[in-house]
């Protein structure tokens, strides 16, 4: 998925850049922000990223590794549920709605075809499989894309807002989980 080759430099120009970008968004972080933060020159951010919009795309798929093998592991519906929803909660510290609206500055039809790949192949496919399965199986009903979509947009509801209810991430994603299958009913 990621082009650039791993050492200590670029995995601190990823993560810093990665913390920099979901504060501040695409437009709000300069170049110069992110060497600053990472104590490096300009010269070697550009060796491993070559601008702003690649390291943008290897952070936000770097991001998007892994998530297909948490939803794809075994486990009830709710289980594998609450797992995503844990996994999603943990991963961003803003809404990634608000990382999705920043792909509009990427200019890059590679770029943007990696990303949609990315997003597609790790997040929406396999929850969509997943939804599928369940519809298949008779323990939900409805149109697997809604509901994928649905479920993905009650978890980004709620990133970086566990400590508002009260939650840990693990506790919010297990009440996430519970009430998109159950609903408000009374137990």
């Given at each position: ?147 994928a979509l649905l ?19 693990a506790s919010l ?15």
């Open positions: 998925m990621s082009e650039y080759s791993p050492n200590p430099n670029a995995e601190r120009i990823l993560q810093d850049g990665w913390e920099l970008f979901q504060q501040k968004g695409y437009k709000g972080v300069s170049i110069d922000a992110i060497c600053a933060r990472c104590g490096i020159t300009k010269p070697t951010l550009y060796y491993y990223f070559h601008n702003k919009e690649n390291l943008f795309v290897e952070v936000l798929l770097r991001r998007l590794q892994g998530f297909r093998l948490v939803i794809e592991q075994d486990g009830s519906l709710e289980v594998r549920l609450a797992r995503i929803a844990e996994v999603i909660l943990e991963s961003f510290q803003s809404e990634y709605s608000f990382l999705v609206r920043d792909l509009e500055h990427i200019h890059d039809p590679v770029n943007s075809g990696r990303i949609r790949e990315a997003f597609s192949g790790e997040l929406f496919l396999p929850i969509t499989r997943l939804m599928q399965s369940a519809v298949v199986s008779r323990q939900i009903s409805g149109n697997p894309r809604f509901l479920y993905m947009g009650m978890v980004e509801s709620y990133i970086a807002r566990a400590n508002e209810f009260g939650f840990d991430n994603a297990q009440q996430l989980a519970t009430f998109f299958l159950k609903g408000a009913q009374s137990t």
